[in-house]
């Protein structure tokens, strides 16, 4: 005999409505940034002041270049790909990979098991950060040297353990998940992301919409907007709300812009829990008591580069988005690879990395 159960479905808070109040309004922004246009991008003082992702994680600026720049300049074998997307990852700094561009040529599984790639880093280490400030990865436990030494070898040892082809050969992202996690010092969260990161790639095919991984981050928003998850686990919470998104907008009379027909993912979805746990630290400081957190560090700065919109051409966004926003510049055929963006250098800041 069938026995159906029902699920006891989750309890929203107040902060369930401002969750979706925000991303309407940052992906008003995020929209508003392409259209280069003038004046304030939005009314709310929190958003106009501090720095938030995008609603979709691949149209940030950094993922931006990754897609771009790291992943589809040019063919090359899942190996490099690999090799490039995790050192470009680990770091994730756009002047620390022109760095290593500039005096490489070319940043492959080669030069990173041949140590051109540490050598390459060892003088800008003494002299300028090369890390992100947005989430430095803890060095590994084995080993001794410099700390990005350490993440280096990090990855040669992932590539003589063919961890590449490990995740190529998964069967699903849950699984492709594990072999990452396996590795010193890749907790869950960063092997999350540097799994989305990987299947922005021609080579892995796994569904943003299969699996998630929530971080502390988000964790912390789905308490300030869940009162009660009823029988569902925080990443069946997530994929409730992905779930609903679309009712969740109509329902709530708010304006929403897709990314060109694709609606948000589990990493979308999980992202904005994350911010919207910073975004109420300061506009709904009264919902703190539910998951106290620090005041938000990061304050926004306009910058001059033109964002780009442009996704893997295994998602099928491309061809709806319009030329002008594919580079800032010259149109080019939808699916073809976008002009690169660099972005320079900065002058020597006084601070080092850690």
Same mark, same amino acid.
């Given at each position: 005999m069938h026995v159906?159960?029902?699920?006891? +479905?989750?309890?929203?808070?107040? *902060?369930?409505?401002?969750?979706w109040?925000?991303?309407?309004?940052?992906?008003k922004?995020?929209?508003?940034?392409?259209?280069h246009?003038?004046?304030?991008l939005?009314?709310?003082?929190?958003i106009?002041?501090?720095?938030?992702?995008?609603? $979709?994680?691949?149209?940030?600026?950094?993922?931006?270049y990754l897609?771009?720049?790291?992943?589809?300049?040019?063919?090359?074998p899942w190996?490099?790909?690999?090799?490039?997307?995790?050192?470009?990852?680990?770091? /994730?700094?756009?002047?620390?990979?022109?760095?290593?561009?500039?005096?490489?040529?070319?940043?492959?599984?080669?030069t990173?098991?041949?140590e051109q790639?540490d050598?390459?880093?060892?003088?800008?280490?003494?002299?300028?950060?090369?890390?992100?400030?947005a989430?430095?990865m803890?060095? +590994?436990?084995?080993?001794? #040297?410099?700390?990005f030494?350490?993440h280096?070898?990090?990855?040669?040892?992932?590539i003589?353990?063919?961890?590449?082809?490990r995740?190529?050969e998964?069967?699903?992202?849950?699984s492709a998940?594990?072999?990452l996690?396996?590795?010193?010092?890749?907790?869950?969260?960063?092997a999350?992301?540097?799994l989305?990161?990987?299947n922005?790639s021609?080579?892995?095919s796994?569904?943003?919409?299969?699996?998630?991984?929530? #971080? +502390?981050g988000?964790?912390? #928003?789905l308490?300030?907007?869940?009162?009660?998850?009823?029988? $569902?686990?925080?990443?069946?919470?997530?994929?409730?709300?992905?779930?609903?998104?679309?009712?969740?907008?109509?329902?709530? *009379?708010?304006?929403?812009?897709d990314?060109w027909?694709?609606?948000l993912?589990?990493?979308?979805?999980?992202n904005?829990?994350?911010?919207?746990d910073?975004?109420?630290?300061?506009a709904?400081?009264?919902?703190s008591?539910l998951?106290?957190?620090?005041?938000?560090k990061?304050?926004?700065?306009?910058?001059?580069?033109?964002?780009?919109?442009?996704?893997?051409?295994?998602? #099928?966004? /491309?061809?709806?988005?319009p030329?002008?926003?594919?580079?800032? *510049?010259?149109?080019?055929?939808?699916?073809?690879?976008?002009?690169?963006?660099?972005?320079?250098?900065?002058?020597a800041p006084?601070?080092?990395?850690?």
């Open positions: 159906h159960v029902t699920l006891r +479905p989750p309890k929203p808070t107040r *902060g369930y409505d401002i969750y109040s925000f991303a309407s309004e940052r992906q922004v995020y929209r508003r940034r392409l259209d246009q003038s004046g304030p939005t009314d709310d003082p929190v106009a002041a501090h720095r938030f992702t995008n609603a $979709y994680r691949a149209s940030d600026r950094v993922s931006q897609i771009a720049n790291v992943i589809y300049d040019t063919d090359r190996v490099d790909t690999f090799a490039r997307i995790l050192i470009f990852k680990i770091f /994730n700094r756009v002047d620390t990979w022109c760095h290593l561009q500039r005096l490489l040529g070319e940043v492959s599984s080669d990173l098991m041949a790639v050598d390459a880093l060892e003088s800008r280490a003494a002299r300028w950060p090369i890390y992100s400030a989430y430095i803890p060095p +590994p436990r084995n080993g001794t #040297g410099a700390k030494r350490r280096l070898e990090l990855i040669r040892s992932m003589r353990g063919v961890a590449h082809e995740i190529a998964s069967p699903n992202m849950q998940f594990a072999a996690a396996s590795y010193d010092s890749i907790g869950p969260f960063l999350y992301q540097f989305t990161d990987l922005y021609p080579f892995l796994f569904s943003e919409t299969e699996f998630v991984a929530p #971080g +502390p988000a964790l912390r #928003g308490r300030k907007c869940i009162a009660d998850p009823g029988d $569902y686990g925080a990443h069946d919470v997530i994929r409730w709300v992905m779930d609903a998104q679309e009712a969740a907008f109509a329902d709530r *009379g708010l304006e929403w812009t990314l027909g694709r609606p993912q589990l990493i979308d979805i999980q904005l829990f994350c911010e919207v910073k975004y109420t630290r300061a709904h400081p009264e919902l008591a998951a106290p957190g620090k005041r938000i990061q304050r926004y700065r306009a910058v001059s580069t033109p964002l780009s919109a442009w996704f893997p051409p295994k998602w #099928g966004v /491309n061809d709806a988005i030329a002008r926003y594919r580079t800032g *510049g010259p149109a080019f055929e939808s699916n073809s690879r976008p002009q690169l963006f660099p972005i320079a250098s900065p002058a006084t601070t080092r990395s850690s």
